[in-house]
């Protein structure tokens, strides 16, 4: 659906408009001053304008000016009761597509109307692929380094408990492991800031709020996706599922860094207090602690070196690296290829995933 | 009768040499002044008092037979005769200037000097390190010399305490009987049986620890099986506990310990916990340990170091009554809460794991496979993917 402000002083205008896309996909909004226009535009999100030149009060080349910085994506089209070539060239200068000449007939419009989407089509599209989408945006791309930096960190001095005879005597001060301990247990703490800090992130922000509803597990299209991107991988489907901003796979991956982390914090703090632990619990916990401690840590790093980096590095289309954690953003093509959800639940826009994929092909 | 001696020494005088008079052709051979210091040149004995027989024509004199020290130090000759150095006959013999000089004996230019004892290490290993004469294989000479770095050594040589250990006080000085011979086992000071109180003589506050200990009591009732000093400490490298090379290192504790406590025969005799049971190597002390970090628990921490007890003796460092305090030592050390109820819930793992850390354990095992299971399955099915839809593409 496409939604249009007409805006003309001329009220036979804007009912013409009203007339001509009565059955069609396309929503018209009218406005009989640039005045009321400039309301409409702060209030609503629309594609594309049509607008008179001469108006009294506020001229069309000026609401031109005004609703470029209020909504930079929208296409304008210049609408004259006489037609200069001095007037289109300035209707251009004012970012307007294109322009009409006053009167036109319902033929005309239609005509228009559909070169008018097509073009703002292609320059949607070519935008789209020069500029890509916006995946990440930096508090959350900071965040990431963050764990990254913490969790290698903590993975660097806690890994020898694996391979102690080989890793003896790395990292010690006097013959104690005191500057492992130490780099362990401000790794850990800067992890547990990001966790709390993240915890806040989602709570508060909009972009917390919004992503934590978009990387929420939804039964059964999840556990439905699994099985159909298995029988895709196995040739039995032709198309793979349309996944949100985030595949069940990211989901997944999401919730075992939240399952992980809180394991991995509360064993290490008992751990960390061990003395404090005994005194309260048989020494056994403190046994169940390290155990878990362990094999968590054994989970979490080879689903990092393993599945993380299959996924982000070693994967086919990603190969050297998928740069959306640097960049935050993803190219077109994976959009709607990998999130076509995502894609129609931003643009507006519905995919043919038959579509997409055909072109893909060639 | 009465005059017989007297007769005697009117008549032997003439024979009598002064040393003036082996001087006089001597003199390049012996010097007086370092003599006058010896032993004997203090009780002014004379070259003919050693050097006995001689008799001076003009052509001069026979060459003198072997000095016999024994004709005045006859107390040595029994000793001797039961020391190593004497019965078996060496070749080259071992004559007693061999360790304690000719002429000097006793004087700084001796070979067992008034500071004797600083050298007393260079002078046995002149043959038992280093002279080719004797058959000693490159093992028994490797382990002489290894004495030289140990503590007992580097104590004399480094702080010049000279009543640290040298070679006569572990094995004798006239009287050195060898331990592997069943003849002089009985009374060798390094054999089995003597080593604590051959180490005792000096250490006396371990060995009274060790005679307390499970150990100690058992050895008393005259079992060999139980170690003694040389067992966890070695014979001749006996190196302090922070040495990394030495057994009593913390690092190399567990490995002290086990050569017996691993020992399947020993296992089956005494009923000993088998390794496989134990958790302290997978322990957060084991691992950190293995990881070369000294300041956790070894065996030692908890279980006492000469005085090691059974857990059912009440005054044992692991009983129920005092393993709280034991733990304490270093767990509450900055903090001393209700040491007893640290203690009862600490008894509770006697080196065992609780079932609900196996359980714990296997569910992870089987979540891990699982989960490198799935990871290996969707990989491969996504490779296969890309694949096939590459090679359609390039059809």
């Not at chain 1, 009060?57 to 000026?62: A, E, V």
């Not at chain 2, 016999?68 to 200037?97: Q, R």
């Not at chain 2, 050895?219 to 057994?247: Q, R, W």
Request: charged fraction near 20%; charge should be negative; hydrophobic fraction near 40%.
């Amino acid at each position: 659906m496409i939604r249009v402000l007409v805006v003309d002083d001329e009220s036979v205008i804007l009912r013409s408009f009203k007339k001509a896309f009565e059955n069609k996909p396309i929503e018209i909004e009218t406005s009989e001053s640039a005045e009321r226009a400039v309301e409409k535009l702060r209030s609503g999100d629309f594609d594309l304008m049509f607008t008179d030149m001469k108006m009294p009060g506020m001229d069309g080349l000026t609401l031109l000016r005004e609703a470029g910085r209020i909504n930079p994506t929208m296409d304008k089209v210049l609408m004259t009761g006489y037609s200069t070539v001095e007037s289109a060239v300035n209707a251009m200068k004012f970012g307007a597509l294109d322009y009409i000449t006053k009167p036109f007939s319902t033929d005309e419009l239609h005509a228009l109307m559909n070169k008018v989407i097509g073009m703002r089509q292609q320059r949607i599209k070519a935008q789209e692929e020069s500029v890509g989408f916006k995946r990440f945006n930096l508090n959350l791309r900071i965040q990431h380094l963050v764990m990254i930096v913490s969790f290698s960190l903590l993975t660097l001095t806690g890994v020898p408990f694996f391979f102690p005879e080989f890793f003896k005597g790395v990292m010690h001060v006097s013959e104690t492991s005191v500057v492992r301990g130490m780099i362990h247990r401000i790794s850990a703490v800067v992890m547990i800031l990001l966790s709390l800090y993240h915890i806040l992130y989602i709570m508060f922000t909009d972009d917390g709020h919004l992503n934590l509803k978009l990387i929420f597990p939804k039964i059964p299209k999840d556990i439905i996706d699994a099985f159909h991107m298995v029988q895709y991988n196995l040739g039995i489907r032709k198309y793979p599922p349309k996944f949100g901003k985030y595949d069940f796979i990211e989901k997944f991956e999401y919730f075992a860094v939240i399952w992980g982390t809180l394991v991995m914090v509360i064993s290490g703090l008992m751990l960390w207090f061990a003395n404090a632990v005994m005194t309260i619990f048989p020494v056994w916990i403190v046994d169940v602690a390290r155990i878990v401690h362990h094999y968590e840590a054994i989970l979490a790093i080879l689903s990092i070196a393993i599945w993380h980096m299959y996924n982000v590095h070693l994967k086919p289309e990603h190969f050297p690296m998928n740069r959306v954690w640097l960049t935050g953003r993803i190219d077109r093509k994976t959009m709607l290829l990998h999130h076509t959800l995502e894609y129609e639940r931003t643009t507006g826009q519905l995919v043919d995933i038959e579509q997409i994929h055909s072109e893909e092909k060639e | 009768m009465r005059l017989l001696p007297v007769i005697a020494v009117i008549v032997l005088i003439p024979f009598h040499l002064t040393a003036q008079e082996c001087l006089d052709c001597h003199e390049d051979v012996i010097d007086m002044k370092a003599y006058e210091h010896s032993a004997h040149g203090r009780q002014e004995l004379t070259c003919d008092d050693c050097h006995s027989g001689i008799e001076v024509t003009d052509e001069g004199h026979e060459p003198p037979g072997n000095v016999n020290c024994m004709e005045c130090h006859d107390g040595i000759a029994e000793l001797l005769d039961h020391s190593i150095h004497g019965y078996t006959k060496l070749t080259p013999p071992v004559l007693c200037k061999d360790c304690h000089g000719d002429h000097y004996i006793l004087s700084e230019v001796s070979g067992i000097g008034r500071d004797f004892r600083i050298s007393l290490n260079e002078m046995c290993g002149g043959c038992h390190v280093h002279n080719e004469a004797y058959s000693f294989s490159d093992e028994d000479r490797n382990f002489v010399k290894s004495y030289f770095t140990s503590v007992h050594n580097v104590t004399i040589q480094n702080s010049g305490l000279i009543f640290s250990a040298t070679c006569v006080d572990c094995h004798g000085s006239h009287l050195i009987e060898p331990d592997d011979s069943p003849e002089c086992n009985a009374h060798s000071k390094t054999a089995r049986q003597h080593i604590q109180n051959t180490c005792g003589n000096c250490h006396k506050g371990s060995l009274k620890e060790f005679n307390m200990s499970a150990h100690g009591q058992s050895f008393l009732k005259g079992n060999k099986d139980v170690p003694v000093c040389t067992d966890c400490h070695e014979a001749h490298l006996i190196l302090n506990h922070y040495e990394k090379s030495s057994m009593t290192y913390p690092v190399n504790i567990p490995r002290t310990c086990l050569k017996c406590h691993s020992d399947p025969v020993y296992i089956k005799k005494y009923g000993f916990s088998p390794l496989k049971q134990t958790n302290y190597g997978d322990s957060f002390h084991g691992v950190a340990l293995k990881l070369g970090d000294i300041s956790v628990a070894t065996c030692v921490s908890c279980h006492g170091k000469h005085k090691i007890l059974s857990q059912d003796n009440p005054e044992s460092s692991i009983s129920s009554d005092k393993l709280g305090e034991t733990c304490a030592k270093c767990h509450l050390k900055d903090n001393p809460v209700d040491i007893e109820s640290f203690g009862k819930i600490h008894a509770m793992t006697a080196h065992q794991y609780h079932p609900i850390s196996k359980w714990v354990a296997l569910i992870y095992k089987v979540i891990i496979v699982t989960t490198l299971g799935f990871f290996g399955f969707y990989m491969s099915i996504d490779l296969f993917r890309t694949f096939r839809n590459k090679k359609k593409k390039n059809r």
